[in-house]
């Protein structure tokens, strides 16, 4: 009677086990989920800026100048060249995302954090960034400047 | 007098019969510290300890008036400076504190790495000690931002695009890191929760067992002085060493309190994330080596981008470190370990010149 006995407890005692086992697992991972998704911030309404006016007239920026301005939640950079033309950038460096600036001493646009150049088309130059500038496009209405995405 | 004195002892018994104090000090009596012309060295982890209470000490009487949030951080740190009470010196301890433990950090790091304080059975030691320092300099990052002044948010923005850069993981890990796609607010109450809480607990626990461990094991004494026949002489810890650990925290504090007197910390400027990053941008001085080696990278080698190559090899720089107790295989047998030293002279050398270079660097390229 004995010998039928043994296999029923132990098989008994590993089904109590394998039930707290995966009990306990169960429940490391009811309260780790929820604060795993804590954790995730959530997800940002996408800024769907295609076109901003920006906040000064063409007559406000000289030739060999750079203007900082907001592209929806993000910077962006107005320049105008020797030649006396208007072109915008994204201002975040294609490096490392630093608010990159115009250098009028070097007529380039240029990143400070890392020693990143860009020319006048956006293209990286010198330095790290492994990327060209995102370049918009501009467009002039009597006294206003409005940029906008490339289509 | 004898009046008092029973009263304290029995005080004394009373409290040894509920947890037992007679094993703590006859611990603490039997505990010895080996002398040698190496033991000054033995002073450097003590050193980092007391900073990291001062640290502890600062930081709680910060939260008083710190508000972390991006309308108003900046302005409580500014209010905190010019309006409260010995608010400067609180600030400019906790800023010159932070900067001398994570130097002594360093300095103990490279005593141990010298003497092969590493080797068996001192491995948990040197994993528990690597892990220590890597929290210590995530405290140092995310306590940067919390100021709310431009340097600090670019710095913030080129270290959390740096875990970006890894593969895979790295847009998740960004946003986890940023609390969102960009730092904003979000980003300096998430470092804040990070700073004051969350890597407070981690130390704490790392902390111990490194302790733990220390206590354990006893002092390690360089190979050299071992194989020329053990130590003869040492030293009680209590109070003989003990007391030389006190009289270097006096200096410490005499420092600290100097430091914070001529040298006060800066706020700087508010920041503003549409200004551009300004010229001269750079981070706390142990993060400098790093900064100035990912200037130097070209955008590309071998057709990989320049920083994702910078940036995995500082990773595995980071692994090789923890990994060294099992990687010196000499050192560990209780043989010489020439190799191990020059790797350590090596990557102390190319530190110290990446570091000075970052300084001197022109700002304007």
């Not at chain 2, 790295?170 to 980003?187: E, P, S, Y």
Request: aromatic share 12%.
């Amino acid at each position: 009677m004995s010998k039928p006995d043994r296999p029923t407890t132990e098989s008994r005692r590993g089904f109590v086990n394998w039930l707290l086992g995966t009990s306990a697992g169960a429940f490391a991972v009811s309260a780790l989920y929820p604060v795993v998704r804590f954790v995730v911030p959530p997800l940002e309404a996408e800024s769907a800026t295609s076109s901003v006016t920006l906040p000064f007239t063409p007559a406000e920026i000289g030739s060999n100048e750079g203007k900082p301005f907001r592209f929806g939640n993000r910077p962006g950079l107005l320049v105008r060249t020797p030649g006396g033309e208007l072109r915008a950038f994204s201002a975040e460096c294609t490096h490392l995302s630093c608010t990159v600036q115009y250098r009028t001493d070097e007529s380039r646009i240029w990143c400070a954090c890392h020693n990143g150049f860009f020319d006048l088309n956006g293209a990286n130059v010198q330095g790290p960034p492994p990327r060209p500038l995102e370049t918009y496009d501009v467009n002039v209405r009597g006294d206003q400047i409005v940029v906008s995405l490339r289509a | 007098m004898k009046n008092h004195e029973s009263r304290l002892s029995a005080i004394w018994n009373w409290l040894d019969e509920r947890i037992g104090l007679a094993p703590a000090v006859s611990l603490a009596r039997k505990k010895e510290v080996p002398v040698h012309k190496h033991s000054i060295w033995y002073y450097m982890g003590g050193m980092t300890l007391f900073l990291y209470l001062v640290q502890i000490a600062t930081g709680i009487l910060l939260l008083i008036y710190y508000r972390p949030s991006a309308d108003e951080a900046y302005e409580s740190v500014q209010f905190l400076m010019t309006d409260v009470k010995f608010g400067w010196l609180v600030r400019s301890i906790h800023h010159w504190a932070a900067n001398l433990m994570i130097f002594m950090a360093f300095i103990h790091l490279f005593s141990v790495l010298f003497m092969k304080a590493y080797r068996p059975p001192r491995e948990l030691t040197w994993f528990s000690g690597v892990i220590l320092l890597v929290l210590a300099l995530a405290f140092g990052f995310t306590g940067y931002l919390l100021p709310w002044n431009e340097l600090a948010f670019f710095a913030t923005r080129v270290g959390t695009e740096i875990v970006g850069v890894f593969p895979l993981v790295g847009d998740f890990a960004l946003k986890i890191a940023r609390g969102g796609t960009d730092v904003t607010g979000a980003t300096l109450t998430r470092f804040y929760g990070v700073h004051v809480a969350i890597l407070p607990a981690i130390a704490f626990l790392f902390l111990g067992l490194h302790l733990l461990l220390v206590q354990k094991l006893g002092m390690s004494v360089p190979p050299s002085i071992e194989n020329s026949g053990s130590p003869k002489k040492a030293m009680k810890f209590v109070p003989n060493f003990f007391l030389r650990d006190a009289i270097g925290w006096l200096v410490a504090v005499a420092l600290l309190a100097t430091l914070a007197a001529f040298l006060p910390a800066h706020l700087g400027v508010k920041a503003d994330p549409f200004a551009p990053a300004p010229a001269g941008i750079k981070p706390e001085w142990y993060f400098m080596f790093m900064f100035h080696q990912l200037k130097l990278l070209p955008a590309h080698i071998l057709g990989i981008e320049g920083e994702l190559v910078g940036v995995m090899a500082f990773a595995l720089g980071g692994v090789f470190l923890f990994l060294i107790p099992f990687l010196d295989r000499n050192a560990a047998r209780g043989k010489s370990s020439p190799m191990f030293t020059w790797i350590g002279i090596a990557v102390l050398a190319y530190i110290l010149v990446m570091t000075y270079l970052g300084y001197t660097a022109d700002p304007m390229g």
